[in-house]
């Protein structure tokens, strides 16, 4: 399956109303899971994307927004790696972190296709934000009981570095891509 999507970099000017209806978290979920981790993505989206795409500018932070003609179908934001006490990139090699990857709801339960046509999308982004390095490590946090972000990674070829926890419950994905 493709879906056809307009692909660009948001827009607070002309996509702040379109971000705003983005809807990325199932309303009710099931009894027996809270999704929390939908809600905290869609309301980063919702709240959070533009102040942290401008606060992260000196990290090369980008925020693309993929359109299907009913409004925003996915978002995602990467940035270079600020300091991380987790994590110490290879001498000479840049790493970045997916920050958000968000799905509408309306592309979902379809078996991954569409998010991993997004997730491609980013991983294309990133190397063209990117262009002077030969390897890029590429790393993502996906909370422990979001299932469906960590099959969509491992079908990517990402691995898990470390688990979730109770206390910690976002785990460490990483791939590395060469050129």
Same mark, same amino acid.
């Given at each position: 399956?493709?879906?056809?999507?307009?692909?660009?970099? *948001?827009?607070?000017?002309? /996509?702040?109303?379109?971000? *705003?209806?983005?809807?990325?978290?199932?309303? &009710? $979920?099931?009894? =027996?899971?809270?999704?929390?981790? %939908?809600?905290?993505? %869609?309301?980063?989206?919702?709240? %959070?994307?533009?102040?942290? !795409?401008?606060?992260?500018?000196?990290?090369?932070?980008?925020?693309?927004?993929? =359109?299907?003609? %009913?409004?925003?179908?996915?978002?995602? !934001?990467?940035? &270079?790696?600020?300091?991380? $006490?987790?994590?110490?990139? $290879? *001498?000479?090699?840049?790493? @970045?972190?997916?920050?958000?990857?968000?799905?509408?709801? &309306?592309? &979902?339960?379809?078996?991954?296709?569409?998010? /991993?046509?997004?997730? +491609? /999308?980013?991983?294309?982004?990133?190397? =063209? #934000?990117?262009? /002077?390095?030969?390897?890029?490590?590429?790393?993502?946090?996906?909370?422990?009981?979001?299932?469906?972000?960590?099959?969509? +990674?491992? @079908?990517?070829?990402?691995?898990?570095?470390?688990?979730? !926890? !109770?206390?910690? $419950?976002?785990?460490?994905? #990483?791939?590395?891509l060469e050129r």
């Open positions: 399956m493709t879906l056809f999507v307009i692909w660009k970099i *948001a827009n607070k000017k002309q /996509d702040a109303s379109g971000l *705003a209806a983005f809807k990325c978290a199932i309303k &009710r $979920p099931p009894r =027996d899971r809270a999704f929390s981790w %939908e809600r905290e993505v %869609e309301k980063y989206f919702h709240k %959070e994307a533009w102040a942290d !795409t401008n606060a992260s500018s000196h990290l090369g932070q980008r925020f693309r927004i993929a =359109d299907d003609g %009913e409004g925003i179908a996915a978002a995602y !934001t990467h940035a &270079r790696m600020a300091d991380q $006490p987790d994590f110490t990139p $290879p *001498a000479g090699e840049q790493t @970045r972190l997916l920050v958000m990857l968000g799905i509408a709801v &309306r592309h &979902r339960g379809q078996g991954g296709k569409f998010a /991993d046509e997004v997730l +491609l /999308d980013a991983l294309y982004d990133i190397l =063209d #934000s990117e262009p /002077d390095s030969a390897k890029i490590n590429v790393l993502a946090k996906v909370h422990m009981h979001n299932v469906p972000s960590q099959k969509m +990674l491992t @079908r990517a070829g990402f691995q898990q570095n470390t688990t979730g !926890t !109770t206390t910690k $419950p976002l785990g460490w994905w #990483s791939l590395t």
